[in-house]
């Protein structure tokens, strides 16, 4: 029996309340509902409205206070097409229509469907309003319900409460910019304003915008793309953009470079490096940064591409479109291995020198060479002592190569032939009189650059929304930049010692590239000069020792460790053999040592690269001009919004602290808002295309777009899934557990591919078999010899191999 105490809590349940003024009919005994609000928000029969749109907002604000949802229905139109009478309905109106079901008739699709709800009831509420002297009245006002309403509480959930307001969609859309989908901008609103009712709408309104916006480019999206960057450069100053179609009008490849991209590579742009990137965009079409080394260290970039094919035939293009926008060519241009960027670099930069990603190179050694040769002898660790080293003569380089293949016996290695053939377009020693060349070996700056893009993009996204990724990464980069200028302006490096040179580099270099200088200062204390004399032309020639090259490199390259450096006073002119200030545009710790046993005071100006400077960019600048395009375009008052929402932000952080102050400007935000409810202004709503291209800055008025790529395939391209290389597979293979020889019992290989010959111990083969019963009664049998069909005949089948052994 259960204790009474548990149905008595029945009694003290929660009782629904109505809401509303509840009516029974004497006759029927039905019940109805008349909304409780007041009577001048009421519609009577008469009013007046200014608008059709005014009168469906003051009957919507009256369904609000109700607690009900409206819909429009009909609307009639007298024989000069002009509307005179438009009716307004609650949204649970008329009935949902059964569909007929015949179950003869074997032709009718079945089709599962959901179990499905309906709110409609039949409720026979209305306002229907005429149009007479240009004036909207209230014909027919229906006031009774046949349902109950709906709490305050709970209004959010109706249909009609629920609104994409303006600001919703530009957080929508500024959130699109950082690669945030319509989810994320949704929970993002919801912390910020507190609790869902105050939102304005569901998340899924938030999913359904996004995709409605996608679904609205469509096959205009190659076109407004184009589009986009074809206006920037009528709007912005020095704005470049070429692109070019095949015969079906569908694009092949799009280049564009703003006024700050050409400022710094005119300033950074000597050594340069390009990549493509995949999966960056919905039509695989890769994404071709140009990237440079900026006066921080860090990765600037100059331009960028998307290019539907990799042929010679699009690289050919886009250098050209480089050239045009940039006007000259790079002294040093770093790629991989692939062959159609390395013949357009031939066909189109004749003055640059070309250089291959040394890591490239180096990273298919094991493969090439095997991996037991790599791991098991000193191979790999003599080739990286000889190849990744600056310190030795192109002669002594190829000495040593020969050298190594002949003790390792890899004369008939046609990679290896291959590459040395080609070692002055990769190897460090053939690059020392190539001025900044060694600012750049690898890719790994491209690699970068492409990581840091793939946080602001996914291989979703149309090129419309590509290009805005773009736009905010660069803003995010060029942010960057400003702050390392901040910070090498307003901040002072800890100096190591009291030498003049030093603390006047901390003023004329960026704080990264005088940590650099600063290490090589300290190193100074490691180096001895071992004599010095004059020699022609005035000047004085040290042989410098340097102690730490002697403890790293090994025996053969004590060569390397004695440095001879070339110093004239009388013009501040000094050269060293290591070469490095040619090589990276700055001293060499040997050169140092020079300066400080003459006492030079003054830092040699002529060795001051431009690059290097603190002062090389102005800070002005490095500022976005997207300014002038947005204010030229903004015809929907973006701008004027922006500026708006700017103040409302600076007045809250302002009287954060203030209480009173806080109440009184709410109380005339609250008083604007009733004032802005009276205002019978309500414009024409602009169409599909019109809004969702005055949100993106786009527009889709050509009859004949470009179309976008379809059908190029990439290297990129395909498959999904990643083609592994033999070396990550067999690290992955390493990782598993591998399955023993039953021959030699060592692991990696099976006993019918096992190299030593069989055992005849008894020992042996007793234990052999045993291992293979074992396997066989663990339901392996069939894997074995897929031939049998149980597991006694596939166990005879591996008995008579193990005495045949």
């Known amino acids: 029996m259960f204790p009474f105490c548990f149905f008595s809590g029945l009694t003290d349940a929660y009782v629904h309340k109505v809401v509303g003024i509840e009516v029974t009919s004497p006759n029927s005994s039905t019940k109805h509902y008349i909304p409780d609000v007041p009577e001048k928000c009421k519609p009577y029969e008469g009013t007046l409205f200014g608008s059709l749109e005014h009168a469906f907002n003051y009957y919507q604000n009256y369904a609000r206070l109700s607690g009900f949802s409206v819909r429009k229905s009909t609307v009639k139109y007298d024989r000069f097409g002009v509307s005179t009478q438009k009716q307004y309905l609650c949204s649970q109106e008329g009935f949902n229509k059964k569909k007929k079901v015949d179950t003869l008739n074997d032709t009718a699709k079945q089709k599962a469907s959901r179990i499905s709800v309906s709110k409609r009831i039949g409720c026979k509420a209305e306002l229907c309003v005429g149009f007479e002297f240009n004036m909207w009245y209230v014909k027919k006002f229906v006031e009774e319900h046949n349902h109950p309403f709906v709490d305050e509480e709970d209004m959010h959930f109706l249909v009609s409460s629920r609104k994409l307001t303006h600001l919703h969609k530009h957080i929508i859309n500024s959130m699109s910019r950082m690669n945030v989908g319509p989810v994320r901008a949704f929970n993002m609103m919801r912390e910020i304003l507190g609790v869902f009712e105050e939102v304005g709408a569901t998340r899924e309104d938030f999913k359904n915008y996004r995709k409605k916006h996608n679904s609205s480019i469509g096959e205009y999206d190659a076109q407004m793309a184009v589009d986009h960057l074809m206006r920037k450069k009528e709007y912005m100053p020095n704005f470049s953009c070429e692109y070019i179609t095949d015969d079906q009008n569908c694009l092949r490849g799009l280049f564009w470079a703003d006024e700050l991209g050409k400022k710094n590579y005119h300033i950074f742009g000597d050594v340069m490096s390009f990549d493509a990137t995949y999966r960056s965009n919905k039509y695989s079409m890769v994404f071709v940064p140009f990237t440079g080394i900026d006066n921080h260290c860090s990765n600037v970039t100059f331009g960028a591409a998307l290019l539907g094919s990799e042929t010679t035939e699009s690289y050919v293009w886009l250098l050209k479109c480089f050239l045009k ?33 040394m890591w490239h190179i180096m990273n298919k050694l094991s493969i090439k060479v095997g991996v037991r040769l790599c791991n098991c002898t000193d191979f790999k660790k003599d080739i990286c002592n000889i190849v990744w080293t600056d310190a030795i003569s192109p002669e002594e380089f190829d000495a040593r190569w020969k050298e190594i293949i002949v003790v390792h016996k890899l004369e008939d290695n046609n990679w290896l032939h291959d590459i040395f053939g080609k070692r002055e377009s990769w190897i460090p020693a053939y690059y020392k009189d190539e001025l900044l060349s060694g600012l750049m070996r690898t890719t790994s700056r491209s690699e970068s650059e492409n990581h840091f893009f793939g946080q602001l993009c996914n291989p979703r996204s149309t090129l419309v929304e590509f290009l805005s990724h773009y736009e905010t990464a660069m803003e995010s980069q060029r942010h960057t930049h400003r702050k390392n200028d901040h910070d090498t302006r ?21 704080r ?9 200062m300290d190193m100074m204390r490691k180096l001895m000069c071992q004599t010095y004399y004059p020699v022609e032309d005035d000047f004085m020639k040290y042989h410098i020792k340097d102690w730490t090259q ?9 060569s390397s460790c004695f440095h001879a450096v070339m110093f004239r006073q009388s013009d501040m002119t000094i050269y060293c053999e290591c070469r490095r200030f040619e090589s990276f545009g700055l001293f060499c710790r040997h050169i140092f040592y020079v300066l400080r046993q003459m006492d030079i005071r003054e830092f040699p100006k002529k060795y001051v690269l431009r690059r290097w400077r603190r002062d090389v960019v102005p800070n002005s600048s490095n500022r976005n001009d997207d300014t002038i395009y947005v204010q030229a375009l903004d015809d929907g008052g973006r701008v004027l919004m922006r500026d708006i929402m700017y103040a409302n932000e600076y007045i809250l952080n302002k009287l954060s602290g203030n209480m009173a102050e806080l109440s009184l400007y709410k109380e005339h935000v609250q008083s604007y808002m009733k004032k802005a409810d009276n205002v019978d202004f309500v414009p024409p ?4 295309r019109d809004r969702f291209g005055e949100l993106t800055g786009t527009s889709q008025n050509d009859r004949l777009p470009i179309r976008v790529p379809l059908g190029y395939k990439t290297k990129g391209s395909g498959s999904h899934k990643r083609i592994k290389s033999k070396q990550e597979e067999a690290i992955i293979k390493a990782g598993r557990k591998q399955k023993q020889c039953q021959n030699c019992l060592e692991f990696g290989h099976y006993s019918t591919t096992c190299p030593e010959p069989p055992q005849r111990n008894k020992g042996v083969e007793t234990a052999n078999e045993a291992s293979v019963l074992s396997k066989t009664k663990k339901g392996k049998g069939a894997e074995a010899h897929p031939q049998s069909n149980t597991g006694g005949s596939s166990t005879r089948v591996l008995r008579s191999r193990v005495n045949k052994q």
């Open 325 to 357: 926008a940039f006007i000259k060519q790079p002294q040093v241009v770093v790629t991989d291995q692939d062959p159609a960027m390395t013949k357009a670099i031939e066909l189109v930069f004749k003055e640059s020198r070309h250089r291959f990603c």
């Open 490 to 510: 307003f901040t002072n490096p800890e100096l190591k010692s009291l030498w003049w040179l030093e603390a006047e580099a901390a003023k004329i270099f960026t």
């Open 512 to 520: 990264t590239t005088f940590l650099d200088i600063q290490q090589e």
């Open 550 to 558: 002697m403890t790293s490199k090994p025996f053969e390259l004590f």
């Open 685 to 688: 709503p602009p169409a599909k």
